[in-house]
């Protein structure tokens, strides 16, 4: 039976360009998309089945964008584009109207693609490669877009609004997540449904955290090499749809269920920060394959190299967003707003936001992107985290981002790492690291809660493997153990992996205790790995992007065995303890001035004997303990609370001996013990002084 070619409809009226996307305004809706070089754009209609019903012709083009409205079509409808233009890879252009494009404004994504050589805009195995045309249909291979309905009764629903010196960030995975957890019924686990179980959200409100950030959300694409290996990208940064959540997240089928997530956790005063990837997209480079943006106008979305054939690749994926094109960055700054207004998101983590900030001359702190989002009256109250590097020149920007950004502090990381492991030369470092890395941030300004300070993260080893391996173990990845980073700063500590040596286990314990305190206790905003706090493993993987399974997803029943129940309520008690001393998360930099009136200063560097650091003492390779004084009695700019004048006083022994240490200041009598590792009982000598065991830190009040 020959096929009905689909028919032209005479119901489409003009419509109009804005707003961008596909637009339900309860009588029919408006498609818009942009092109600036494209022909002509055809509007394919699909039955829920996947079956092309209809293609229509957009009739309008105003200001580089194709516009019609359709008075009966309604949310649910099933779309995507077809867009006609010149086939001419040598000039930037890759227009091909036998592949089915995505709306890059869809605000939901239905289905998954299906790999197949019809997704490529060349014939795959030419020997002109990507000079070649091909003619076959995408569409039984590509997932679709729908429209929405985007009423929802928030009720009285409001933002925590959290401020960012008391910010504690939870970074995690809506799988990893829940795919283990026994409370959560198993239609819904990994997906946003489960983030709203009472179990996981009471758990988050026990450890005392304030903001979970979640690893990308929005629709991304499993990369074709993975899927043939049995595995999947896990960690979703593929993406190909900036307003729609991935599909795989949805249990319920529709975007409310996401608005259902946010209200809930904002009910437990949680803030929802989403980990977003606006540097590049699923289509690869010029061999990747044509679902979107390349097919729509590649000359305008995509950085293109000086033989426009090919892609400027500074984020490592094969291509780059164009933010200096006024269609991409508009396309973005929608995505952004969309999801604070609409979704009611509270804030961004930027992935490899260098880019973002990179113009044609290199990287600019006031660049067309940064800028824009500076200035915008919406995303201006929300909270911006730059991930401040990329492999493009000049790529590592940490400290360099403008007023208004916090960003990812790397050398907080390891530098806690390597004066924990015992690296020789860490103190000085470590000073500039605990108090808030005023190097970086102490200008225009800034707070030391721009620095977001973080031991681990999805990227690289849980703190338990930190601990437990000396190297990584990625076989599981299926690339030879090549892939993840070597510079991890971890230590076994006698045995690479599982033990069951007591001494062993004992000291990595200790060890994951120092590290989640000096976290929690410096200057900054502190950033968990989620699982962190139950010791969580993936047996030496430090690159589990791929390991969409019980490697990377959190044990639940494990978590509930007492040692990791005991590491979970010393998290606890170091944020409660962060909550109650202002002194802890203070939003001005500590200086170290004395105040000639009081003869005090905020801060002091303590040798063991009480003295205070001097050049050569911060010099000495081999010194490895450090006493930190914050003096409760100097002026604080009328910052102190009231009736909060308690001085503290943190100790660490990051050697293999014990140390005596003496405070050294009369005036100050510290005798109550707020928090040590290990956590038996510590006194003071005769003398006054604190005598720390090897590997371990003790808090002390005044």
Same mark, same amino acid.
């Given at each position: 039976m020959a096929?009905?070619?689909?028919?032209?409809?005479?119901r489409?009226r003009?419509?109009?360009?804005y707003?961008?996307g596909?637009?339900?305004?309860?009588?029919?809706?408006?498609?818009?998309?942009?092109?600036?070089?494209a022909?002509k754009v055809?509007l394919?209609?699909?039955?829920a089945?996947?079956?092309?019903q209809e293609?229509?012709?957009?009739?309008?083009?105003?200001?580089?964008?194709?516009h019609?409205?359709?008075p009966?079509?309604?949310?649910?409808q099933?779309? @995507?584009?077809r867009?006609?233009?010149p086939y001419a890879?040598?000039?930037?252009h890759r227009?091909?109207?036998?592949k089915?494009l995505?709306?890059?404004?869809?605000?939901q994504?239905?289905?998954?693609l299906k790999?197949a050589p019809h997704?490529?805009g060349?014939t795959?195995g030419h020997?002109?490669?990507d000079?070649s045309?091909?003619?076959?249909?995408?569409a039984?291979?590509?997932?679709k877009c729908?429209?929405?309905?985007?009423?929802f009764?928030?009720?009285?629903?409001?933002a925590?609004?959290?401020?960012?010196?008391?910010?504690v960030?939870y970074e995690?995975?809506?799988?990893g997540l829940?795919?283990r957890h026994?409370?959560?019924?198993?239609a819904d686990?990994?997906?946003?449904s489960?983030?709203?179980n009472d179990?996981l959200?009471?758990h988050l409100n026990y450890l005392?955290?304030t903001?979970?950030?979640l690893l990308p959300?929005?629709?991304f694409?499993?990369?074709q090499?993975?899927?043939q290996q @049995?595995?999947?990208n896990?960690w979703?940064?593929n993406?190909i749809g900036?307003f729609?959540p991935?599909?795989?997240?949805?249990?319920?089928?529709t975007?409310?269920?996401?608005?259902?997530?946010v209200a809930r956790l904002?009910?437990?005063?949680?803030?929802v920060?989403?980990?977003?990837v606006?540097?590049?997209?699923?289509?690869?480079n010029?061999l @990747?394959?044509?679902?979107s943006?390349?097919?729509?106008?590649?000359?305008?979305y995509y950085?293109l190299?000086?033989?426009?054939?090919?892609?400027?690749?500074?984020t490592?994926?094969g291509n780059t967003?164009?933010?200096?094109?006024?269609?991409?960055?508009?396309m973005?700054?929608?995505s952004?707003?969309?999801?604070?207004?609409e979704?009611?998101?509270d804030g961004f983590r930027?992935d490899?936001?260098?880019?973002?900030?990179?113009?044609r001359?290199g990287?600019?702190?006031?660049?067309?992107?940064?800028d824009?989002?500076?200035?915008?009256?919406?995303l201006?109250?929300v909270k911006l985290?730059?991930e401040?590097?990329?492999?493009?020149p000049?790529?590592y920007q940490?400290?360099?981002?403008a007023?208004?950004w916090?960003?990812?502090?790397?050398?907080f990381?390891?530098?806690?790492r390597?004066l924990?492991?015992g690296?020789?030369?860490q103190?000085?470092?470590?000073?500039?690291?605990?108090?808030?890395s005023?190097?970086?941030f102490d200008?225009?300004g800034?707070?030391?809660?721009?620095s977001?300070?973080f031991?681990t993260a999805?990227?690289?080893?849980?703190?338990h493997?930190?601990?437990s391996?000396a190297?990584?173990?990625n076989?599981a990845?299926?690339?030879?153990?090549?892939?993840?980073?070597?510079?991890?700063l971890s230590?076994?500590h006698?045995?690479e992996?599982d033990?069951?040596e007591?001494?062993i286990?004992a000291?990595r314990? /200790?060890q994951?205790?120092n590290l989640?305190a000096?976290?929690?206790?410096?200057?900054?905003?502190p950033?968990l790995?989620?699982?962190?706090?139950?010791?969580h493993?993936?047996?030496?993987?430090n690159n589990?992007?791929?390991?969409?399974n019980?490697?990377?997803?959190?044990?639940?029943?494990?978590?509930a065995?007492p040692a990791?129940?005991?590491?979970?309520a010393?998290v606890?008690?170091v944020?409660?303890l962060?909550?109650?001393y202002?002194?802890?998360r203070?939003n001005r930099f500590?200086r170290?001035?004395?105040d000639?009136?009081?003869?005090?200063s905020?801060?002091r560097w303590?040798r063991?004997d009480g /003295?205070p650091?001097?050049?050569a003492?911060w010099?000495d390779?081999e010194?490895r303990?450090?006493?930190?004084v914050?003096d409760?009695?100097?002026?604080?700019?009328?910052?102190?609370?009231?009736?909060?004048?308690?001085s503290?006083?943190?100790?660490?022994n990051?050697g293999t001996?014990?140390?005596r240490?003496?405070?050294?200041?009369?005036a100050?009598?510290?005798r109550k013990?707020?928090?040590q590792?290990p956590?038996?009982p510590?006194?003071s000598?005769?003398q006054?002084?604190?005598?720390l065991?090897?590997?371990?830190?003790c808090l002390?009040?005044?």
């Amino acid at each position: 039976m020959a096929r009905r070619e689909p028919v032209q409809s005479s119901r489409v009226r003009e419509g109009r360009p804005y707003p961008l996307g596909a637009t339900w305004d309860g009588l029919g809706v408006n498609f818009a998309l942009y092109s600036r070089h494209a022909t002509k754009v055809e509007l394919c209609l699909f039955d829920a089945r996947g079956r092309e019903q209809e293609r229509i012709t957009l009739p309008e083009y105003t200001d580089e964008i194709w516009h019609g409205y359709l008075p009966d079509a309604r949310p649910g409808q099933r779309y @995507g584009y077809r867009v006609h233009g010149p086939y001419a890879p040598d000039a930037g252009h890759r227009f091909n109207p036998n592949k089915l494009l995505l709306d890059p404004y869809a605000k939901q994504i239905v289905g998954e693609l299906k790999w197949a050589p019809h997704l490529f805009g060349y014939t795959l195995g030419h020997r002109d490669a990507d000079l070649s045309f091909d003619r076959r249909d995408s569409a039984n291979y590509m997932p679709k877009c729908a429209v929405i309905d985007p009423a929802f009764s928030w009720g009285n629903e409001r933002a925590p609004a959290t401020p960012w010196e008391r910010t504690v960030i939870y970074e995690g995975h809506v799988r990893g997540l829940t795919m283990r957890h026994p409370q959560i019924a198993e239609a819904d686990r990994g997906t946003f449904s489960a983030l709203r179980n009472d179990a996981l959200v009471d758990h988050l409100n026990y450890l005392g955290v304030t903001a979970i950030e979640l690893l990308p959300v929005h629709a991304f694409i499993d990369d074709q090499h993975l899927l043939q290996q @049995g595995l999947r990208n896990y960690w979703g940064y593929n993406s190909i749809g900036f307003f729609a959540p991935h599909p795989r997240y949805l249990s319920l089928g529709t975007v409310a269920e996401f608005k259902q997530m946010v209200a809930r956790l904002h009910h437990a005063g949680l803030e929802v920060i989403l980990d977003v990837v606006y540097n590049h997209t699923a289509e690869g480079n010029e061999l @990747g394959p044509t679902l979107s943006f390349k097919g729509i106008d590649n000359a305008s979305y995509y950085r293109l190299a000086d033989d426009r054939r090919y892609y400027i690749n500074d984020t490592g994926t094969g291509n780059t967003f164009d933010l200096t094109n006024a269609g991409a960055l508009r396309m973005v700054m929608d995505s952004l707003r969309y999801w604070v207004t609409e979704m009611r998101v509270d804030g961004f983590r930027f992935d490899l936001a260098t880019i973002l900030g990179r113009e044609r001359h290199g990287f600019d702190a006031s660049g067309s992107f940064l800028d824009a989002v500076r200035q915008d009256p919406i995303l201006g109250q929300v909270k911006l985290i730059a991930e401040p590097w990329d492999i493009g020149p000049g790529g590592y920007q940490l400290g360099n981002f403008a007023p208004g950004w916090a960003e990812w502090n790397d050398k907080f990381r390891d530098t806690v790492r390597g004066l924990w492991r015992g690296d020789a030369g860490q103190l000085a470092d470590f000073a500039t690291r605990f108090n808030g890395s005023s190097d970086l941030f102490d200008r225009q300004g800034r707070r030391p809660s721009s620095s977001v300070n973080f031991i681990t993260a999805h990227d690289g080893f849980t703190l338990h493997d930190l601990v437990s391996y000396a190297h990584k173990h990625n076989e599981a990845n299926g690339e030879d153990n090549r892939d993840g980073h070597e510079h991890n700063l971890s230590s076994n500590h006698g045995v690479e992996g599982d033990t069951q040596e007591p001494g062993i286990l004992a000291l990595r314990g /200790q060890q994951m205790r120092n590290l989640l305190a000096t976290l929690l206790l410096s200057q900054g905003t502190p950033m968990l790995l989620a699982g962190d706090e139950f010791a969580h493993s993936q047996q030496g993987n430090n690159n589990a992007y791929c390991q969409d399974n019980e490697l990377s997803w959190i044990d639940w029943d494990k978590a509930a065995q007492p040692a990791a129940q005991a590491q979970a309520a010393f998290v606890r008690r170091v944020l409660a303890l962060r909550r109650r001393y202002a002194l802890l998360r203070r939003n001005r930099f500590l200086r170290g001035e004395v105040d000639v009136e009081l003869g005090v200063s905020d801060i002091r560097w303590c040798r063991p004997d009480g /003295q205070p650091m001097q050049e050569a003492d911060w010099h000495d390779a081999e010194r490895r303990a450090l006493g930190i004084v914050l003096d409760g009695r100097s002026p604080d700019s009328g910052l102190r609370e009231p009736g909060r004048h308690v001085s503290l006083a943190l100790l660490l022994n990051a050697g293999t001996e014990p140390v005596r240490f003496a405070v050294g200041d009369e005036a100050l009598s510290f005798r109550k013990v707020l928090l040590q590792t290990p956590e038996a009982p510590l006194e003071s000598d005769e003398q006054g002084g604190w005598v720390l065991p090897a590997h371990s830190l003790c808090l002390l009040a005044a």
